[in-house]
């Protein structure tokens, strides 16, 4: 191992047992920072200069979309001040380096509402013409699923992550751990949604107790990200709906939804557990069709008449 290899290492084992970063932000690290030492040409961190890192990363944005790119520099820069902050280093190269580019804003993909309907009509038609029992309570997990997805707008990990005392279905809340293990707790304001998870709390009590996620599979296992995938490519195949439906568009519609409802957006983004507002003010661009009926509505041209 050579001496870059070795203080990469030691950064790594810095971020997950001090820092305490998710394990898809140390597996992001690794991936990036392993990157970094296969392809510059020193194994002697001391050695490496601006010169080099403006070489590298002018080498990252031909083969790599703005934002893996922006990624792949914040993990090389994050390391060097680990670097600095251990008197690893006496100058850290990324001073002396002007790092700037555009990076192209890309809308978040939203379902239109009669879409959700649709499979939501799916998924209970599918549980009201179940043939055998295991039929029966899959749908109606499925449907929990969809439901919980929609009615809170969290992610597929933290779905995925719930424990069962994690869901209080008495007063109607989550409690949802979030990115960086930040907390939230979020309410359940349709009663119909309270209702099928009450029922698939009742019908799943000994697979959740098996494995204590609040989302299990018959077996006793706690549901993967993967199974929720194929759950709603299924009951989307079931519709005969067009478009590609993932979980997390499910977030970006509850977001949506509430904003054109004129939700004061930093309710929103306590809501989705956002650190920063200039993540949710995606989705004002996302907002046209509430722009389109109030300019339809109020703007003062409708009135001219020639």
Not at 99 to 118: A, C, G, Q, Y
Request: with cysteine; aromatic share 10%.
């Amino acid at each position: 191992m050579n001496d870059l290899q070795f203080h990469i290492k030691n950064y790594l084992d810095f971020c997950q047992y001090q820092k305490r970063l998710d394990a898809k932000t140390l597996k992001a690290y690794q991936i990036d920072l392993t990157q970094f030492y296969t392809k510059i040409k020193i194994s002697c961190v001391t050695g490496i200069t601006s010169g080099m890192l403006e070489q590298y990363i002018a080498g990252l944005h031909p083969v790599y979309k703005p934002k893996t790119a922006k990624r792949k520099i914040a993990a090389i820069k994050a390391f060097f001040h680990y670097l600095e902050y251990k008197e690893i280093i006496s100058q850290n190269p990324f001073n002396r380096i002007h790092i700037k580019f555009r990076e192209p804003v890309i809308l978040p993909k939203t379902i239109p509402l009669h879409t959700i309907e649709s499979l939501l009509c799916a998924v209970y038609r599918q549980r009201t013409e179940a043939k055998t029992d295991y039929q029966k309570k899959n749908a109606l997990r499925d449907a929990a699923v969809i439901e919980l997805l929609f009615a809170t707008g969290m992610r597929i990990s933290e779905l995925c992550s719930l424990k069962a005392s994690d869901v209080n279905l008495y007063d109607k809340n989550i409690l949802i751990y979030g990115k960086g293990s930040k907390e939230r707790r979020i309410q359940i304001g349709n009663n119909d949604v309270v209702q099928v998870l009450g029922e698939y709390q009742s019908a799943f009590c000994g697979e959740i107790q098996c494995c204590g996620h609040f989302f299990a599979n018959q077996s006793g296992k706690a549901l993967s990200d993967q199974s929720v995938r194929r759950m709603i490519h299924k009951y989307s195949a079931l519709a005969a709906i067009p478009m590609h439906i993932t979980p997390h568009m499910f977030r970006h519609t509850f977001a949506t939804s509430l904003l054109e409802a004129d939700v004061d957006i930093r309710y929103i983004q306590e809501m989705l557990g956002h650190s920063s507002i200039t993540i949710t003010e995606i989705y004002t661009h996302v907002a046209m069709s509430k722009q389109r009926d109030i300019l339809a509505a109020k703007h003062p041209r409708k009135n001219f008449h020639f």
